[in-house]
């Protein structure tokens, strides 16, 4: 009934292309930022539960709590992802161009859930670590411009291996609906 009202609504008012695309930008934007809002908030009560409580709890480890925890997460991220959202293992871009090039774009909800909450484990209990924290600990990270951080095409291609030979892939446009076609 709420989409009819929201189409009888739009058929109506007849909005240009440009209030169309604007209204859009600024409820993603808005999601998005959202978004990681809660996802911050999320790792941040994690970390409290794992580092805080936890230290309460387990106080008598010493130390070895900073060994516990992200075990313990790591444990409760990988059944997350098995159990409710097999497609959400790996980076994640192979799984969204998948996505786009057989479902149409769309990622089932129970997908993004599970892969942000097991993120947030990861993250909030230490199984994944911050480079300020490994630093803090004693780490040697090397600087944002050297080159291990560098993206190799061994690795793109690694990502693209699942979707077949180079010359099958066809590349993803977004384009406006009322465009025509380049011939070819």
């Known amino acids: 009934m709420i989409k009819f009202r929201f189409s009888s609504l739009l058929d109506r008012l007849q909005p240009s292309e440009t209030a169309v695309l604007l209204v859009t930008a600024v409820t993603v934007g808005a999601g998005t930022g959202l978004g990681a809002v809660f996802f911050i908030q999320l790792i941040a009560f994690i970390q409290s539960l794992f580092f805080q409580s936890g230290a309460i709890l387990l106080g008598f480890m010493g130390r070895g709590l900073f060994i516990l925890a992200p075990l313990i997460g790591g444990l409760l991220a990988g059944p997350i992802i098995h159990y409710f959202a097999q497609e959400a293992k790996g980076h994640g871009v192979p799984e969204v161009m998948q996505a786009i090039a057989l479902r149409g774009g769309r990622i089932r909800p129970r997908v993004v859930v599970a892969k942000v909450v097991a993120s947030a484990l990861c993250i909030g209990s230490g199984a994944v670590r911050y480079r300020h924290t490994l630093e803090r600990l004693g780490a040697r990270v090397p600087p944002d411009d ?39």
Not at 146 to 172: K, N, T
């Open 146 to 184: 050297d080159d291990l951080h560098v993206p190799h095409a061994r690795l793109h291609a690694s990502l693209a291996q699942e979707f077949g030979p180079v010359d099958a892939i066809q590349p993803v446009y977004v384009r406006s609906p009322d465009a025509k076609p380049m011939p070819s």
